[in-house]
């Protein structure tokens, strides 16, 4: 009977073991961090997964990943691409595909098998990704367009153009079909169909680029729309960025075009392709009789040719279609995601403002369409235009959209209920004028579709506090509307431009929010091929707008966001691949503008500082404004030490060197002018001329609190404690009242509702954030409704202060994370959490009673040093696994493994 129990005992324990042998699960498996890509055309593709585990302490060891050519070789365990073997590492982030040449169109299946001190975890789900076209010889396809105009296109001012509309018939062999690709780009914008059926779901596709420089195509797996016989595929053109939306003024690359190639495969191996060329047919006289971004879209729906994506359409009346010049860029495989109908929203109220006229109100200034559900007669029109904000009278207020139109007309079939939405044209909108609407409208017959680039959603961030919930839901909404296949200024007057000053220290806010990696790396290719070969870089890239002011603080974004990429993502390749172009454009600007180590030049100055009267937008008082050699100076020396990092990071010493050297000698230089020893302050002593070279690390040990004294003092005396900078020091200034102590007035500034503030623009019925802090009443010239420049490091301070989740010194992609909440009176809870490239981060805390209790949450195979605000080491009850390593500044400072982990203090 002993034995027995025995016996029992000891099997117990082993099948206890078996099960706890393998706490890990390998998810998320990525590859060039998009989950199963179709449409890769890189040779090496990196491929990344994430550990997940109930159990703390989980580190990996080691890993194995095979990639198949086939499924069941997969499954067999048969790595017959590439079987990378045991590879002793903890990394689980951008492993290059090492096996065979991968060829064009293949698709790759892959696993990972993961060791890690817990034991070994099976192998992961399956994943895969597909080739595109490697090879430039692979096009068969031809450019396909029409290169003029037809009545009714307006090529001057307010340009304009109908849609294009293309079809071809073909027909496919009587074999089973084993796959079939299409392989699309379309300039601006292309919307593809096979057999009446649309192709995808994306929107305003492909992504917008410097088409000369690049263009990109999207692949897709198209063989369930195809059968054997006879097929139709249709293409509409629209004019997205490729027609110039404003001529003169933005650049134009020309009349709509596509290249466009179906490959279907047999299942006998053989293959049929199907291309753009002379023998498509093309029509101008279809339903979209214009379309422009800024100006809206008109639609007649009479002019439908129902059946004409269908094999059998009369296409007697088309055009031929002509081949067409190439549009010059390199076609290249589409990196970042499509934009998409990322969520609808309806209408909250709808009054009738006189006989006919309506006001929709969509409840929230939203970025995307209106669908329209309407029954009328034939030749019936409903107008609809757009605006961010009402007039006192109740009509839409649109004075700040300037000479942008946005105005959509469709005109009705007439023929039972219709339901439209545009297909070319977007709006920055939370109100709706209609007229023509044929019956009295009601709220179900309008939605709101909000158009936007496809991302994941990675942040949660909620406190006790109110104001900062709606702040982060308003600037939520802000940052979405204005990531538009590069993240624009605005969604709804007559610029849109990816300003790259807007969006410098605000990437990294963003980035705890989205998944914007790829949107961001793009953008970075943006700016490159937007480098004049001087070196000079524009302030706004794609450079349809061709500003070349040379400055160091707008076109400085492409140096901080490659960093941001690096903490955030623990991407290094933008860094490798834009490295030369930085360091260019460093050297450009310093050969023409450096002056015994001062930069002088700059042009926009501390934008948008906060105005002492309503009505201006720029403040005219000398006290607020901040020296241009001042900002000039400061960023020169940051991003030489961004530079410095670069070089030692990509193992280049003498380069390294040579920034080091160079940042030394401007802050020399810098000091000597700017700083004043006796006041401790920098230049005219303003908020931006302080904060800058404190948290550029310019300021010498000893004037460093005389400094931050003076940020303290004008923040409190002359802006009574609300936000005392521009929209360059903005980007600084909530982090460095809180990593100088005063968290304290960053809470106060974050909370105020009164102006100038975030919580003001809330209290003044704001749904996004202002361009303006004034933004209610100062001039319409430049008053979007919808701009996120003003943003500045909040989010930031709310995911890295508020929550404390931040890299920990030398750390990226929070490898090891540092937990350290930075607390203020008022603020009772917080709880955030934050899916990183590695996993789920999560800090939650809550302070009851003077007792502060806080559950954080590791991902596995990362560690964290976690900062436990407390009044002494006694007064901290930590949990299992944490390791004291000493007292710091009012926190108790721990070690911890991956896990789960609870504390509690008394503060
Ligand atoms: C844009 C800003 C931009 C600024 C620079 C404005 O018109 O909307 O976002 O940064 O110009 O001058």
């Known amino acids: 009977m002993k034995k027995l129990f025995i016996l029992f005992f000891y099997a117990g324990?082993?099948?206890?073991?078996?099960?706890?042998?393998?706490?890990?699960?390998?998810?998320?498996?990525?590859?060039?961090?998009?989950?199963?890509?179709?449409?890769?055309?890189?040779?090496?593709?990196?491929?990344?997964?994430?550990?997940?585990?109930?159990?703390?302490?989980?580190?990996?060891?080691?890993y194995r990943i095979i990639v198949a050519s086939s499924l069941d070789k997969l499954n067999a365990g048969e790595g017959d691409l590439w079987d990378s073997k045991f590879v002793k590492s903890d990394n689980t982030l951008y492993i290059p595909y090492s096996g065979s040449k991968p060829k064009s169109r293949m698709k790759c299946y892959w696993k990972v098998k993961v060791a890690t001190n817990k034991g070994d975890a099976g192998w992961s789900a399956n994943a895969s990704w597909t080739s595109a076209l490697l090879d430039s010889s692979d096009w068969k396809?031809?450019?396909?367009?029409?290169?003029?105009s037809f009545p009714g296109d307006v090529l001057e001012k307010n340009t304009r153009l109908s849609a294009r509309y293309f079809r071809k018939e073909f027909t496919l062999d009587p074999k089973t079909i084993a796959n079939a690709s299409l392989y699309i780009s379309g300039l601006g914008f292309y919307e593809a169909f096979i057999n009446g059926k649309r192709v995808g779901t994306q929107v305003f596709s492909p992504t917008a680029t410097d088409y000369s420089k690049s263009v990109k195509y999207n692949t897709f797996d198209v063989t369930e729309l195809l059968k054997a016989g006879a097929n139709a595929m249709g293409v509409v053109l629209g004019n997205g960025r490729f027609f110039s939306m404003r001529q003169p003024g933005i650049r134009n690359f020309g009349f709509p075009k596509m290249i466009t190639q179906l490959e279907v495969t047999y299942t006998d191996g053989s293959r049929q392709t199907i291309v753009s060329d002379t023998s498509w047919k093309v029509t101008a006289n279809g339903p979209i009789r214009s379309n422009s971004e800024f100006d809206g879209e008109e639609y007649d729906a009479r002019m439908e040719t129902p059946g004409w994506t269908l094999a059998g359409f009369d296409d007697k009346n088309w055009l031929q279609a002509e081949k067409t010049e190439a549009p010059g860029g390199k076609l290249?495989?589409?990196?970042?995601?499509?934009?998409?109908?990322?969520?609808?929203?309806?209408?909250?109220?709808?009054?009738?403002?006189?006989?006919?006229?309506?006001?929709?109100?969509?409840?929230?200034?939203?970025?995307?369409?209106?669908?329209?559900?309407?029954?009328?007669?034939?030749?019936?029109?409903?107008?609809?235009?757009?605006?961010?904000?009402?007039?006192?009278?109740?009509?839409?207020?649109?004075?700040?959209?300037?000479?942008?139109?946005?105005?959509?007309?469709?005109?009705?079939?007439?023929?039972?209920?219709?339901?439209?939405?545009p297909s070319f044209t977007y709006h920055g909108f939370r109100f709706v004028e209609i007229t023509g609407f044929p019956v009295t409208p009601s709220l179900s017959d309008f939605e709101g579709r909000v158009m936007i680039d496809e991302m994941d959603v990675t942040g949660k961030f909620e406190t006790s506090n109110k104001m900062i919930n709606n702040i982060y839901k308003n600037a939520y909404w802000g940052i979405r509307g204005n990531y538009r296949s590069m993240p624009t200024d605005c969604p709804q007057r007559d610029e849109r431009m990816g300003w790259l000053g807007d969006r410098a220290v605000g990437s990294l806010g963003e980035s705890f929010i989205f998944d914007n990696h790829r949107l961001y790396a793009k953008w970075l290719d943006d700016i490159e091929q937007a480098q004049r070969e001087t070196g000079s870089i524009p302030d706004v890239a794609p450079n349809y707008w061709q500003i070349y002011s040379d400055n160091m603080t707008w076109p400085g974004a492409y140096i901080i966001i490659a960093g941001m990429l690096y903490d955030q993502f623990g991407d290094k390749e933008p860094i490798i691949k834009h490295y030369a172009s930085m360091k260019k454009w460093m050297n450009y600007m310093k050969e023409k503008y450096m002056i015994d180590y001062i930069m002088k030049k700059d042009t926009y100055g501390d934008w948008c500082m906060p105005p002492e009267s309503p009505e201006l937008i720029h403040s005219k008082d000398s006290t607020r404004i901040t020296a241009a050699a001042v900002l000039g100076t400061t960023f020169y020396y940051h991003l030489s030490t961004l530079l410095n990092r670069f070089a030692v990071l990509l193992d280049k010493p003498v380069d390294a060197d040579q920034f080091a050297k160079e940042a030394e000698?401007?802050?020399?230089?810098?000091?000597?002018?700017?700083?004043?020893?006796?006041?401790?302050?920098?230049?005219?002593?303003?908020?931006?001329?302080?904060?800058?070279?404190?948290?550029?690390?310019?300021?010498?040990?000893?004037?460093?609190?005389?400094?931050?004294?003076?940020?303290?003092?004008?923040?409190?005396?002359?802006?009574?404690?609300?936000?005392?900078?521009?929209?360059?020091?903005?980007?600084?200034?909530?982090?460095?009242?809180?990593?100088?102590?005063?968290?304290?007035?960053?809470?106060?500034?974050?909370?105020?509702?009164?102006?100038?503030?975030?919580?003001?623009?809330?209290?003044?019925?704001?749904?996004?954030?202002?361009?303006?802090?004034?933004?209610?009443?100062?001039?319409?010239?430049?008053?979007?409704?919808?701009?996120?420049?003003?943003?500045?490091?909040?989010?930031?301070?709310?995911?890295?202060?508020?929550?404390?989740?931040?890299?920990?010194?030398?750390?990226?992609?929070?490898?090891?994370?540092?937990?350290?909440?930075?607390?203020?009176?008022?603020?009772?809870?917080?709880?955030?959490?934050?899916?990183?490239?590695?996993?789920?981060?999560?800090?939650?805390?809550?302070?009851?009673?003077?007792?502060?209790?806080?559950?954080?949450?590791?991902?596995?195979?990362?560690?964290?040093?976690?900062?436990?605000?407390?009044?002494?080491?006694?007064?901290?009850?930590?949990?299992?696994?944490?390791?004291?390593?000493?007292?710091?500044?009012g926190y108790a400072v721990f070690q911890v493994a991956s896990g789960t982990y609870s504390f509690i203090s008394k503060l």
């Open 13 to 62: 324990l082993f099948l206890t073991a078996c099960a706890k042998n393998a706490p890990v699960m390998v998810t998320n498996l990525r590859c060039e961090s998009l989950s199963d890509p179709v449409g890769i055309d890189i040779a090496a593709p990196r491929l990344s997964w994430e550990l997940s585990s109930d159990v703390n302490d989980i580190r990996q060891t080691g």
């Open 141 to 148: 396809a031809e450019w396909t367009g029409l290169d003029k």
């Open 332 to 421: 290249e495989a589409q990196r970042n995601r499509n934009i998409q109908i990322m969520e609808t929203i309806s209408p909250i109220a709808i009054t009738e403002l006189k006989p006919g006229m309506y006001i929709l109100d969509m409840g929230q200034n939203m970025v995307g369409k209106l669908r329209i559900k309407v029954k009328g007669k034939a030749g019936d029109q409903v107008k609809l235009r757009f605006a961010e904000t009402l007039k006192k009278d109740g009509s839409l207020y649109l004075d700040n959209i300037r000479g942008a139109l946005v105005t959509d007309k469709y005109t009705l079939k007439g023929k039972d209920v219709e339901i439209w939405e």
């Open 665 to 889: 000698s401007v802050k020399k230089a810098f000091n000597e002018k700017f700083l004043d020893k006796p006041a401790g302050c920098y230049s005219n002593n303003t908020v931006t001329a302080n904060i800058l070279p404190l948290r550029f690390g310019m300021v010498p040990d000893e004037y460093k609190n005389a400094v931050f004294n003076n940020i303290v003092e004008k923040t409190m005396g002359d802006f009574k404690g609300h936000v005392s900078a521009g929209l360059v020091g903005i980007q600084q200034l909530m982090r460095g009242l809180s990593d100088y102590g005063r968290t304290d007035i960053a809470y106060q500034i974050a909370t105020n509702t009164t102006y100038p503030s975030w919580g003001y623009m809330v209290e003044n019925g704001a749904t996004t954030i202002w361009e303006l802090w004034n933004g209610n009443t100062a001039d319409p010239a430049m008053n979007s409704g919808n701009h996120v420049m003003l943003l500045g490091d909040l989010i930031a301070w709310y995911y890295g202060y508020l929550a404390g989740i931040q890299n920990a010194p030398g750390s990226v992609g929070y490898k090891q994370i540092a937990f350290k909440p930075y607390l203020s009176k008022g603020l009772d809870y917080v709880d955030a959490s934050f899916r990183s490239i590695r996993g789920l981060i999560g800090s939650s805390w809550k302070i009851e009673d003077g007792a502060f209790t806080w559950t954080i949450k590791v991902p596995a195979n990362c560690s964290a040093i976690v900062y436990v605000p407390v009044s002494g080491k006694e007064a901290v009850k930590a949990p299992a696994g944490a390791k004291y390593n000493g007292m710091k500044e």
